[in-house]
């Protein structure tokens, strides 16, 4: 029994080591494979052909990288810089699909990097960054690369995601900062000219009022110093209303109604 036992263990362990060594070698051959689809999509976006090769595989790909216990192994595998080629703009300057770049944001945002250097040595971040300044990129996928932004930033510069640990101090400091930044930004508009009807670019019609990005940051002082916490009742006046139900209450127990008297159509309980 004991032999047997021995027998099983060690080929349970090499079915482990093969499933590694099986999964080690689909991650690199997929990764490959997307590093080529890239490469073909550009070269046919060269040629002034649809580039449909990274579209057909993106499902695939995706399944494949949604799998937690995969992702940490696709991560070593420098996945990172594949992405940052299928989010890179293609030779006429055009965005990849819009599923592409909506797929790949997502899992982005699941994805769990430790080691943030793999992030400066794939150039994922300027991949993000230039998804989230484009002026054609969907307003959903700038607010998932914003998220992604923020995510990878507060690590890189040793500061805390929970704002509840967030001192005084850095409070005032960074309101400070969002004023300085709308006052130089209030000055440049300023300074530019609006433009008049005759002008170059100036539209006879109607325009959309668009929302205030203002940050309130100067807060008003009390009008009032008087500490309310120890204030006591019956320390404070009386005002007139006070007074008034005071002798209403008084009024009203001193004249108490008295009850009339039952009348009889036999003549009982009368007062004689």
Same mark, same amino acid.
């Given at each position: 029994? #004991?032999?047997?036992? &021995?027998?099983? +263990?060690?080929? *349970?362990?090499? %079915? ?6 099986? !999964? ?104 993000? #960054?230039?998804?989230? &300044?484009?002026? +054609?990129?969907? *307003?959903?996928? %700038? ?6 932004? !923020? ?117 009982? %309980?009368?007062?004689?």
């Amino acid at each position: 029994m #004991m032999e047997q036992k &021995k027998s099983e +263990r060690r080929r *349970r362990r090499k %079915k482990d080591i093969d499933l590694i060594n099986d !999964n080690d070698d689909a991650i690199a051959k997929m990764i490959a494979d997307m590093r080529l689809a890239a490469r073909e999509d550009r070269e046919r976006n060269a040629d002034r052909q649809p580039a449909t090769k990274k579209i057909s595989m993106l499902p695939v790909c995706m399944t494949q990288l949604r799998k937690s216990d995969l992702q940490a192994a696709f991560v070593e595998a420098n996945v990172l810089s594949v992405l940052t080629d299928w989010l890179a703009p293609m030779p006429d300057k055009s965005l990849p699909s819009v599923q592409i770049r909506k797929a790949i944001l997502s899992l982005l945002f699941t994805l769990r990097i430790d080691d943030h250097t793999r992030l400066k040595e794939s150039g994922i971040g300027k991949a993000v #960054m230039y998804l989230y &300044k484009h002026p +054609r990129e969907l *307003r959903e996928n %700038k607010v998932m690369a914003g998220k992604i932004i !923020n995510n990878w930033a507060r690590p890189i510069f040793n500061l805390s995601t929970d704002y509840k640990n967030i001192s005084k101090e850095e409070r005032m400091e960074r309101d400070e900062a969002i004023s300085h930044r709308r006052r130089i930004q209030e000055q440049n508009n300023d300074t530019e000219e609006a433009s008049r009807p005759g002008d170059a670019g100036w539209c006879y019609r109607a325009r959309v009022p668009q929302a205030s990005a203002q940050a309130y940051v100067q807060r008003p002082k009390w009008s009032s110093e008087v500490d309310m916490s120890n204030a006591r009742k019956g320390m404070r006046e009386k005002s007139r209303f006070d007074k008034y139900i005071k002798v209403a209450s008084e009024k009203k127990k001193g004249s108490k109604t008295k009850r009339a008297v039952d009348i009889s159509i036999e003549g009982r %309980k009368m007062a004689l």
